[in-house]
């Protein structure tokens, strides 16, 4: 492959002003994954549609990230980090602006689509501008910073939406990304590093991302459907059939082109293969239960919307505080005992918050909610670390495939789970059984995940291909 070097210094900076432009983007994007599940019925209010059909409001946004993540990549890749982040958080607000006065159902879906198109580029360039702007120590700081981040924006979207959606309305939770956006593309344009190893011969693959677009759509509309359609329904039967077939479509469409957004030879790598199921597994496994959380928390043990945003703050200090202190420690810490043991603790956490009935108080998950923030603290800046350890010019290749990950483990995880609970009785015991066995579900996923990942680096070798 051939490389070239834009124009400016490649010189990596000490200042910590470009991961402020990041940090900051990364917040309102992470934000907006989570920060109108309190505002569906403000939103079925408004626009005339119910609360099932407003599901597309979270599911839409995370589909369109994770179908054009490794295109972003690719992009980035050829046209310059900085330059992409930047245009994205622009078109980002943009889309929140549409989101915040759009006037009926279909508008607000299609802004939540342009919103994840544009998040999809920024989330696959704020991993590669760390690792071009920050090296040693400062980059592991910087990667924890950003997982930390990350994390903490998920858990504190239902919290933020209940407060602007109480106080000033659903809108807003969209428009108060403007002066967040406008701050980050202030700081980026002055303080990213200008610099870049790029791949300009580099070819933008437009069938991959359609496929895995149609593959992701079909899938999640299953099993979002399947309840209420029953699963032998023609309709759920043909789009399990067509999610297969476009998903495997997908994998033969990459296999033959010379430049896929998707290059298959990353997988060669077992260190590369581990971060991939141990940030899928950090997403399904944990990330994907808060909204059951918090409609546990709010319709089964009365507190209001606020009051269970709060309720996860045991998750959030301790994801803070492991965050902050491996940190210092990444470099100098074997992944392999780092990935294993975080995403065990997510597993026993998990499990220490089994045994959930209609008049369990809040009380009963703290302890378990403590061991998880743990383990997600741990787990969060390791694997963006390793997941961008590769050659310079594959970087933005590899932080999309990991951003996949992210988004598939989310988007599958809430409709998975959503799918489990669908077949209990809409009653407070059933619900309250039903979270059991989606607790249940969610350590077994972080529990396989810690053992796969465990394997695979106890004899992984960084092969990535050049």
């Not at 998750?315 to 803070?320: A, F, K, S, Y």
Request: charged residues 10%; glycine residues 12%; proline residues 3%.
């Amino acid at each position: 492959m051939v490389a070239v070097s834009t124009q400016g210094s490649t010189s990596r900076t000490t200042s910590w002003l470009p991961l402020v432009a990041v940090v900051l983007a990364v917040f309102v994007l992470m934000l907006d994954a989570t920060v109108v599940t309190v505002a569906l019925p403000a939103m079925a209010r408004d626009l005339d549609g119910d609360v099932t059909d407003l599901q597309w409001v979270m599911n839409a946004y995370t589909i369109a990230m994770a179908a054009v993540q490794l295109s972003a990549g690719a992009l980035a890749d050829r046209y310059g980090r900085r330059r992409l982040f930047l245009i994205s958080v622009g078109w980002f607000a943009m889309a929140s602006v549409a989101c915040g006065l759009a006037t009926t159902l279909t508008m607000l879906i299609a802004a939540r689509v342009a919103q994840g198109l544009a998040g999809a580029i920024m989330f696959a360039t704020t991993l590669a501008l760390i690792g071009q702007n920050y090296t040693g120590a400062a980059r592991g700081t910087a990667f924890a910073v950003r997982g930390t981040t990350a994390g903490i924006a998920v858990v504190l979207g239902p919290v933020i939406g209940g407060l602007l959606t109480d106080g000033l309305g659903w809108r807003w939770i969209f428009l108060v990304n403007l002066p967040v956006a406008a701050a980050a593309m202030t700081i980026g344009w002055s303080k990213l590093r200008r610099g870049e190893e790029l791949l300009r011969h580099r070819r933008i693959d437009v069938p991959g991302p359609l496929l895995l677009a149609i593959g992701l759509v079909a899938l999640v509309y299953a099993l979002l459907s399947a309840n209420n359609r029953g699963w032998t329904d023609p309709l759920i039967l043909s789009c399990l059939t067509g999610a297969g077939l476009a998903l495997a479509a997908f994998l033969v469409v990459e296999s033959g082109l010379t430049h896929p957004m998707l290059d298959l030879r990353l997988f060669a790598d077992r260190t590369f293969v581990a971060t991939q199921i141990g940030s899928f597994t950090v997403q399904g496994s944990v990330f994907a239960l808060f909204v059951f959380f918090s409609v546990y928390f709010q319709n089964h043990l009365g507190k209001s919307v606020i009051g269970a945003g709060l309720s996860f703050l045991p998750i959030v200090i301790p994801i803070m505080i492991a965050g902050a202190a491996v940190g210092a420690f990444l470099d100098r810490i074997p992944p392999r005992l780092t990935i294993g043991v975080s995403l065990a603790l997510i597993g026993v956490g998990l499990l220490l918050m089994l045994g959930v009935t209609e008049r369990t108080g809040w009380s009963h998950f703290l302890a378990g909610m403590v061991v998880t923030g743990l383990g997600c603290g741990v787990a969060l800046p390791v694997l963006g670390a390793l997941a961008v350890d590769v050659p310079p010019a594959q970087v933005g290749v590899a932080a999309g495939v990991n951003n996949t990950a992210l988004q598939l483990g989310f988007a599958l995880g809430i409709a998975s789970y959503g799918a489990v609970l669908g077949t209990f009785p809409e009653t407070a015991a059933g619900f309250a059984d039903g979270l059991n066995h989606l607790i249940a579900i969610g350590a077994g996923t972080a529990i396989i995940g810690a053992a796969t990942a465990t394997v695979l680096l106890r004899s992984g070798q960084r092969r990535t291909a050049s």
